[in-house]
């Protein structure tokens, strides 16, 4: 806030031109009354001789603590909430920290003004000035800006390409796999549609990233769908667009999670931007309209019903998930035709433990050593599907581990002739610059691993030498975060999986590199700056460009 030009260098009140300050012993309560009389819900007091930070008995911090939105503690009879978790309180002692607070907004100087506030009329003021002016749409920023899609022609009866689903969450790693299926020729793998998960590595707007992705190679008829947002049972019964993130905080929020994820560490606009985008309304449920409130973003399961309408009997689906197993698990337990339409699954993730030593990747949970976290972030959705019956071939976190960022660099610096393979090569080396220097980023490695499902669904097995067992198996599900997600060896109640033990790495780096340097099913459009400089240019205008494979 701007400090008030009445005042002199040595204001010790913190006045401002805006509001009235005053100084206040403050705290954010974190628990509830009766104060003193806490319970398990309290870490800061539950089972410790010494209160956490030196907490006052008694006092905001030492009562019960909210679990959950509908904790049976915090509803009164009537049905209204009574908790005060997160409340701002002004108290006294130890558990206050005192603060400069505006206490009340000043009026508007000038006595014209139809804004009562001061603070108002300097915003208008600053938000209306000529500098740095913003030109936050395309259409107004390039004189020649219009929207095209790339449809591809194909005819899956005649290419006999295998019908896939991806199911991705969106990581680094997802994203390297999605490159490379749309290189894999569509006689071989036709991607019939990508289903997006945000229970995992990235939230839900990120599935603009999928779009531009789908954009840059010419394959913007491929449907994409939305997933549930919580986990299965997470998610509140009364308004279900709020829950529980018991699994999900395990994702970190800021470095190395959330927000590297959702702009794939800083590349995400360096991708052309397709017209396509997330869109939703007030009117279907969101809670504010986007720039298209006519239109609104597919499910996850209306993608699915539709491409099973339209898929014939002969030829069966494949699913390659990348992710939590969310979507899936609604999949099998919602269409009860779905162990008919689906041939095989390939799951990437899971962690069979060899041993005490042979940990899991949940880092940001101490407890829990050996989990992955693809089954870690929805454990009862992991549990419905690989004790499904389903044909299903696990490619577990060990197998993945075997995957070096260098190796994999030298071989795609021999050669990048394409937008796609360059890209690639830029993530990958920005991952493993992560990886190298910063503590935050010590799990970067796992992003890699995760290509391994769409290397064996679409490389040569010849040159991938893969070996493959085996194994009865169950998942445990149990509500403890401690226990969630592991996967045992039951040979007498659990359900028979293929899982691929060991690969070729040599051959896995070749089928990799080579695919994406392919110019064949290389892209339509390479770049945002590609981009930028055709909207720049006067057009021969097309609106839809068909995109023919053969």
């Not at 309180?89 to 206490?103: F, I, Q, Y």
């Not at 839900?204 to 008829?221: E, K, S, W």
């Not at 599907?385 to 070096?404: C, D, K, M, W, Y």
């Not at 040979?491 to 070749?510: A, F, M, P, S």
Request: glycine share 8%.
């Amino acid at each position: 806030m701007r400090n008030s030009a009445s005042s002199n260098k040595n204001n010790n009140k913190g006045q401002n031109d805006f509001a009235e300050m005053e100084y206040m012993n403050i705290t954010v309560v974190t628990s509830n009354e009766p104060y003193g009389l806490f319970d398990s819900s309290n870490p800061f007091f539950y089972k410790r001789r010494t209160p956490k930070f030196n907490l006052t008995l008694g006092g905001v911090h030492s009562g019960h603590v909210q679990r959950g939105l509908r904790d049976p503690i915090c509803i009164s009879t009537s049905g209204k909430g009574n908790c005060r978790d997160g409340y701002t309180k002004e108290t006294s002692g130890p558990d206050s920290v005192r603060v400069l607070v505006a206490t009340r907004a000043k009026p508007s100087k000038n006595l014209n003004s139809e804004l009562d506030r001061e603070f108002y009329d300097h915003f208008l003021e600053v938000l209306n000035r000529p500098e740095e002016t913003g030109r936050f749409h395309f259409s107004t920023q390039f004189l020649y800006y219009r929207e095209e899609l790339f449809i591809a022609e194909l005819n899956n009866s005649r290419l006999g390409g295998k019908p896939v689903v991806f199911d991705m969450d969106m990581s680094a790693g997802d994203f390297l796999s999605l490159f490379y299926l749309l290189k894999v020729p569509v006689e071989i793998i036709d991607l019939k549609a990508v289903i997006v998960s945000p229970t995992g590595w990235a939230n839900t707007a990120t599935i603009d990233v999928v779009y531009d992705l789908l954009h840059m190679m010419g394959r913007d008829d491929i449907p994409v769908g939305l997933g549930d947002m919580f986990a299965i049972n997470q998610s509140e019964p009364v308004f279900p667009s709020a829950g529980d993130c018991k699994y999900a905080k395990a994702v970190p929020q800021g470095c190395g999670g959330f927000l590297d994820s959702d702009t794939l560490y800083g590349l995400a606009r360096d991708l052309p931007r397709s017209p396509r985008r997330y869109e939703n309304s007030v009117a279907h449920g969101a809670p504010s309209d986007t720039d298209r409130p006519e239109l609104r973003q597919p499910l996850a399961l209306e993608v699915w019903q539709n491409l099973t309408k339209s898929v014939d009997e002969v030829s069966k689906i494949t699913v390659l998930t990348n992710g939590p197993l969310t979507s899936l698990a609604k999949i099998i337990s919602s269409d009860k035709n779905s162990s008919s339409i689906i041939k095989e699954v390939y799951i990437v993730g899971g962690h069979i433990s060899r041993g005490k030593s042979d940990k899991g990747n949940i880092f940001t949970v101490p407890s829990n050593s050996y989990a992955e976290f693809n089954m870690f972030l929805d454990p009862l959705a992991a549990k419905t599907v690989l004790e499904s019956g389903l044909n299903i071939t696990l490619i577990p976190l060990a197998t993945q581990r075997e995957f070096s960022f260098q190796a994999m660099l030298n071989r795609l610096y021999s050669s990048t002739k394409t937008p796609e393979a360059r890209f690639v090569k830029r993530l990958l080396t920005r991952l493993q610059a992560l990886h190298q220097k910063q503590r935050r980023y010590m799990h970067m490695d796992m992003f890699l691993g995760e290509i391994l499902g769409a290397i064996f669904l679409g490389g040569d097995h010849a040159l991938l030498k893969p070996k493959m067992r085996t194994e009865y198996i169950k998942v445990i599900a149990e509500g403890d975060e401690s226990k969630d997600g592991h996967i045992l060896i039951d040979k007498l109640r659990g359900k028979q999986i293929k899982i691929l033990e060991r690969v070729d790495l040599r051959g896995c780096y070749e089928s990799f590199a080579s695919r994406l340097d392919d110019k064949k099913q290389s892209a339509v459009i390479g770049s945002f700056e590609e981009q930028r400089m055709k909207w720049n240019t006067p057009p021969s205008y097309k609106p839809i460009t068909a995109r023919i494979f053969h």
